[in-house]
């Protein structure tokens, strides 16, 4: 998911330098390009569901499952390619993980029936959990001391686009070309990716191995407790809601194909904006950043269904909503990082395996409120669970009011 991956800190000693002629940086660009195809490719549904649903003769919130498995799925690859690699090199690893993107991704476009498009959604939760607990850490690796920040932010800007560009961009294709064709496309990026990363990657070795016996190490830390749950509740919120926000522009704002892609452009260009004003209020205080992620994400969702029925109403909404959602992962990490900066080597894998379960639990939710009670149903359940968030937070995140200082100390 975007940014979440932050939690990971390197799971092995450094990689050898590079020699005076050869720059770490065209590895690190491989890298960020994996996770630009990686966020597309698991959000890709979400510009897709009306159109998938309709072929394949299910309902929109079944549709919501193509969400749902990967996220089930990559929240057990996160900790399962963790340990079960070994000490395997992680150039190969990578290679395996977006190898799964570029079958899931033929698997979907490919598929007949429901069950098999499902099948090839779960192939691609194992590459999204493997790839998030390993990637961003491995592109420190690769890089001289003092410039893993720049790393990082590489990473995260293949994120970024792919939230801004990808998802949109992914459901224009799909209007104009027919919803398979978008994975068509996927599949096609997916094997750039993997031809990239096999020439420009260099050998990543491992010289130790995470353990299941290390893995709860973050949960015994108080701190760090609360912001799993406060990580469970925002991440469910947000993707109850944001599954099914083309079924909701669709149906109750009554905007066509081509504006809904517009529109989820301007939702993940918010969000940049977003990334800006979420750190400029967690330099100041976490708590406070967390406290008005929830606030501002829970009162644009919930009040969609009463003033986003119309194209001015549901823009303004949308984009205060982009600009929370940007706030969103920057802000529980933050606080996370500050809980426990100590174990997230080990620690990493139980974030990842979290903020999965919740964004698949979060379209599950979603789904039942749709089928059961309307599409405007799912953007009140992500508002009330937001609004919690920030409740929770208020009342018993009590030490988080210091600033954000050296986020980037653990890696």
Do not use: C
């Not at 649903?53 to 969400?67: P, S």
């Amino acid at each position: 998911m975007q940014n979440q991956t932050n939690t990971v800190a390197a799971e092995a000693p450094p990689a050898p330098a590079p020699g005076p002629h050869h720059s770490p940086w065209p590895a690190v660009l491989s890298i960020a390009i994996g996770a630009f195809a990686l966020v597309t490719t698991e959000f890709l549904p979400v510009g897709l569901l009306p159109a998938v649903a309709a072929e394949l003769g299910v309902t929109e919130g079944v549709a919501g499952m193509m969400v749902t498995i990967p996220g089930l799925v990559a929240a057990l690859a996160a900790i399962l390619v963790t340990v079960g690699i070994g000490k395997t090199d992680r150039r190969y690893v990578l290679w395996g993980l977006t190898g799964t993107m570029l079958l899931s991704n033929l698997l979907v476009a490919l598929a007949q029936s429901f069950p098999l498009v499902l099948l090839g959604r779960a192939l691609l939760g194992v590459g999204v959990g493997g790839f998030w607990a390993l990637g961003p850490a491995l592109s420190t690796r690769l890089v001289p001391p003092g410039a893993e920040p720049r790393a990082l932010s590489m990473i995260f800007a293949g994120v970024s686009l792919g939230t801004v560009a990808g998802v949109p961009a992914g459901a224009l294709v799909g209007e104009l070309f027919g919803w398979r064709v978008a994975f068509y496309a996927g599949a096609v990026v997916a094997l750039l990716v993997v031809l990239t990363q096999m020439r420009l990657l260099p050998a990543l070795p491992a010289k130790g191995a995470v353990t299941f016996r290390q893995l709860p190490e973050m949960l015994r830390v108080p701190k760090a407790r609360l912001g799993i749950f406060i990580t469970m509740l925002v991440f469910i919120g947000q993707f109850a809601a944001y599954t099914y926000i083309t079924p909701f522009l669709a149906q109750k704002a009554h905007l066509d194909a081509k504006t809904i892609s517009v529109l989820l452009l301007v939702y993940g260009a918010a969000g940049l904006v977003g990334n800006v004003i979420g750190g400029k209020i967690l330099a100041r205080s976490v708590r406070a950043g967390l406290i008005t992620t929830g606030v501002v994400m829970g009162v644009s969702t919930a009040l969609l269904p009463l003033l986003g029925t119309g194209l001015v109403g549901a823009t303004l909404l949308v984009v205060v909503w982009g600009i929370a959602f940007g706030m969103m992962p920057m802000s529980v990490q933050t606080w996370i990082f500050q809980a426990a900066p100590h174990a997230m080597e080990s620690g990493g894998a139980v974030f990842v395996t979290t903020a999965q379960i919740a964004l698949s639990s979060g379209a599950l939710v979603g789904g039942l409120a749709v089928d059961h009670l309307g599409v405007s149903s799912a953007m009140v359940v992500g508002g009330v669970l937001a609004l919690t968030m920030a409740a929770v937070t208020l009342l018993w995140a009590r030490d988080g009011d210091q600033p954000a200082t050296k986020l980037h100390a653990v890696h």
